[in-house]
DNA sequence: ATGGCGCCCCGAGGGCGA
């Protein structure tokens, strides 16, 4: 089963690169962030189309996150538990049965938290508490589950083609990798380091200053695999040669194949 | 790593992202 997570930066921006890539690289689930979009405004017909299950949880002008599945989807639940003032729209889960096993999608657009320290920083923070929160209460009902989307955290300074600009920044300090360690102590596995050591391997290139030409990108798009499911890894890569297309998002799609 | 880019919004320039 091939899962992908992909942040679009605009479903009405990318109305025609999102299903040009959909095409050629035929996942069977594409989770993707920043729909910028409400649920109605969500072009889903585009991709029922093309035989794909659409669950949406957007919101105006910002955030909003998907599932595209063509395989069914069931229980789908919207929004992260632990905050019922939080109305912002970066969180869906949704459960897809494979051939032999069935997983739970956990898809997600954590805060940027910049600047930080701030209000923002706080609320990323809080926000990574509550993921953590909801992943120890899959693992203590032995629900065989992944984490993906857009993490906004550079996990180490291979993971930045410049570190040291990174070093205040809300994605690299040291709170937010720390955060991200207790993830991982969980016991859950990191997809893409799991497979592919070494630096030079990013999903984020930014819009500005000659980013993508000159390779100054950052990895900030992850999986992260219960202990259930890390076995089933067959591979992780990333679609970086998106980037480099018509009218790109400045993130690209970053994939597994698990054997479900 | 921000001046620079690109997206959003009923309309123009400010908020936001990373």
Known sequence: MKIATFNINGIKARIDALPQW????????????????VDEGFPRELFEDRGYNVETHGQKSFNGVAILSKLALEDVTRGLPGDDSDDQ????????????????LCGLY?????PAPGPKYDYKLAWMQRLEDRARALLAE???FLLTGDFNIIPQAEDAATPDAWREDALFRP??????????ALG?????????QGPGHYSFWD????????????????FLLSPAIADSLRDCQIDKDVRGREKPSDHVPVWVDLDL
Request: aromatic share 6%.
């Open 207 to 222: 819009y500005q200053a000659g980013a993508w030409n000159r390779n100054n990108g950052i990895r900030i798009d992850h």
């Open 89 to 104: 729209a970066r969180y869906i889960e949704a459960t897809v049965v494979g051939d032999h096993s069935s997983v739970r």
């Open 175 to 184: 709170e937010s990798r720390a955060a991200w360690r207790r993830l991982l």
């Open 110 to 114: 954590l805060p940027n938290g910049n």
């Open 142 to 144: 032995e629900t065989p």
């Open 22 to 37: 959909l095409d050629e690289a035929q996942p069977d689930v594409a989770i993707l962030q920043e729909i910028k979009s």
């Open 188 to 196: 859950l596995t990191e997809a893409f380091r799991a497979r592919t």
